[in-house]
């Protein structure tokens, strides 16, 4: 559900998204939208990964975006935005969307130094 | 708003304000234009009041730390220029930091440059891995505050304070020739960027979501900004003094980070000497974590990843492994043999650069009052943060081309 | 929104950065850091016969400047001419104040000569 009416491009595009337990889980980066010329437009998801990059950006810059950040792309039905306001809020944990699997890999690279971290 | 928290809050703002460039730059200036400069320190300044206020007002209010806004308000492209310029400003000035650390440490010991250095990055990854974000701020900040030795020397040395005075007067000095204007204005510049660096916006609004501000913080976040940089403040312009009048009229323009602190061993002897290295220890040893920070944060929060000190490291593995691997590049470029004062020169110009696409997202959402409610920015703000704006954009545009001519300052 | 951000524009900035930053130094401006790390040379060995420093300080910004001067020489057009060979004399003497100010005046001479050509 949101609040009022929304610019799909300019307000939900590039906005922080958050999961239910109001984790950090990506970034708005493109809307995908379904229709034919003539009829309405429908939303009917947000693409979340640097490979929804390959539309907005030049070819040499979408190669440096896939070397540091990879090229993967997840996709999360409308129905599954909670609330937009400046960020936008899915219904379910990030796991449920395939967001976050880049953080597993990422993990697996850290040196486990076995209960060192500061409490906080 | 508690006593002690604002207390220390202040104190690690003014512990943590010089970094290496600050100490090059300051020192240079003084030697080379006396107190001519002053009034530049004193704007570029209030220009740090203006944007860290605003910074951690929107990162109290909107909860929105720099690069998120970043992104939103500029569109994907020019972000990820903006990212990439700062992405390679901030390890620059990072290596910067780790060499006039290495430096400092060499001159205390004795022990080699190159040791001190992989010993310095050792000891800055266990701060970040094992200390709360909390405390690692403060621990290099108030450690930071043995800079204070510099003011102290100053009043010792009895500069011609008349003179000095004169200094806090917008001016450009009579009689010089093409060559010395064009390297004053140099100066000008290099000060602004170095007062001014984006990496700090970037550690102070990220830092201020780290802590979780709110409303309840507007107070806090005004103090620290106006109080604690304003003191931070007069350590540069210490610096800046003392140098004109030891360094100057001795035709010594520092080419070597350790010589600043001469200007504390003149009028203390060896205890003045050893203050003035602990202090330029941490306050360059602070400058090395918050570049190193601002990186994590700045790729983090563009790509939406997790992010933070609050969380622990494998909380958010890619946020850490990105802080690892700047400490790792920022090292590699120390032991190439660069010298940290031109790294330091080219961290300022970089910087610089980057500065008009930093501030512009934020002076915009500042202004929000859809994301700011009654918090937007008056008036005054506004004013302020418009007409700095402009200032920044024509020092991003002279930068370059000063640089080229005056050969990095040296002619 | 997706500016219409000028690529190249930014490229070729980015490229003039690089270019700027790997400029080799004018003599003029290699003489002029010679003479100031001569003066720092002539400053430290001062404050040292004061015993104001500390003896790696001393020791460490003296090795520091040595270090400098041989590599300014080595970027000169000329190394050999009479400002290198200045500048060597100067990065050879022993850490000594009088010696060492008179160094520094010598390459402040050298310097006033270069900039009134």
């Not at chain 1, 559900?1 to 970034?27: H, N, P, S």
């Amino acid at each position: 559900m949101t609040i009022g009416r929304v610019r799909l491009l300019t307000q939900v595009r590039d906005l922080q998204i958050i999961d239910r337990d109001e984790q950090d889980c990506g970034i708005v980066d493109d809307v995908e939208l379904e229709g034919r010329p003539g009829e309405g437009l429908r939303v009917t998801a947000i693409l979340v990964g640097p490979g929804a990059y390959r539309t907005r950006l030049p070819r040499w810059a979408m190669r440096l975006v896939a070397l540091i950040a990879g090229d993967h792309m997840a996709r999360v039905p409308w129905g599954e935005v909670a609330y937009i306001s400046s960020t936008v809020q899915l219904a379910r944990p990030a796991q449920d969307y395939g967001l976050g699997e880049a953080e597993q890999r990422a993990r697996r690279l850290l040196p486990q130094i076995g209960g060192l971290n500061a409490p906080e | 708003m508690k006593i002690t928290e604002l207390t220390l809050g202040i104190l690690t703002a003014v512990g943590g304000f010089v970094d290496v460039s600050e100490l090059v730059f300051m020192a240079q200036a003084g030697s080379r234009f006396q107190y001519a400069l002053v009034w530049v320190i004193v704007l570029a300044t209030i220009g740090m009041m203006v944007f860290g206020e605003m910074s951690g007002r929107v990162a109290a209010i909107a909860k929105q730390p720099v690069f998120n806004m970043m992104r939103h308000r500029l569109g994907l492209n020019l972000g990820l220029v903006t990212l990439i310029a700062s992405l390679i400003s901030n390890t620059i000035t990072c290596a910067a930091e780790i060499g006039g650390v290495g430096i400092v440490l060499h001159l205390l010991t004795g022990f080699g440059f190159v040791p001190m250095a992989i010993a310095a990055t050792a000891v800055f990854v266990a701060t970040i891995w094992l200390l709360p974000f909390k405390w690692i701020e403060r621990t290099y900040g108030l450690l930071g505050l043995f800079m204070i030795v510099f003011a102290v020397a100053l009043v010792a040395i009895e500069p011609p304070w008349g003179q000095f005075a004169t200094g806090f007067v917008p001016q450009v000095p009579a009689g010089l020739s093409t060559q010395d204007l064009l390297t004053y204005s140099y100066f000008a510049v290099a000060i602004v960027s170095a007062v001014m660096f984006p990496y700090e916006t970037y550690f102070y609004s990220s830092g201020a979501i780290e802590e979780k501000w709110g409303e309840k913080d507007l107070g806090l976040n005004r103090l620290t900004t106006i109080v604690g940089f304003g003191l931070g403040s007069l350590l540069t312009v210490a610096i800046l003094a003392s140098s004109a009048q030891l360094f100057g009229p001795a035709g010594v323009n520092p080419e070597m980070p350790g010589t600043a602190a001469l200007q504390a061993a003149v009028p203390f002897g060896r205890t003045g000497l050893l203050l003035a290295l602990l202090g330029m220890l941490f306050a360059i040893a602070g400058a090395a974590i918050e570049t190193c920070l601002a990186n994590a944060y700045s790729l983090s929060q563009f790509f939406g990843w997790r992010w933070g000190r609050r969380l622990k490291p494998h909380e958010a593995p890619r946020f850490t492994l990105v802080w690892l691997v700047v400490f790792i590049l920022a090292l590699g470029i120390v032991l190439t043999g660069v010298e940290p004062i031109a790294l330091a020169e080219y961290a300022v110009v970089v910087s610089i650069l980057v500065l008009p696409l930093t501030y512009l997202p934020l002076l915009l959402l500042a202004g929000d009052k859809s994301y700011m409610r009654q918090h937007a920015n008056g008036w005054i703000a506004k004013t302020l943060g418009w007409a700095y704006y402009a200032l920044i954009v024509v020092a991003a545009l002279a930068a370059l081309p000063l640089f080229l001519l005056t050969e990095g300052g040296k002619l | 929104m997706d500016s219409g951000v000028p690529a190249r524009a930014i490229m070729v900035v980015a490229l003039l950065i690089a270019g700027g930053c790997g400029q080799v130094s004018s003599d003029l401006a290699t003489i002029k850091t010679a003479r100031s790390l001569a003066a720092e040379r002539a400053l430290v060995a001062r404050l040292n016969a004061q015993s104001k420093l500390r003896p790696a300080y001393s020791k460490g910004m003296q090795r520091g400047a040595v270090q400098q001067l041989v590599a300014a020489r080595s970027q000169l057009s000329q190394p050999d001419g009479r400002a290198g060979r200045a500048i060597g004399a100067v990065a050879a003497l022993p850490d000594d104040a009088g010696p060492l100010r008179l160094g520094a005046h010598r390459l402040a001479a050298v310097e006033a000569q270069r900039e009134n050509h």
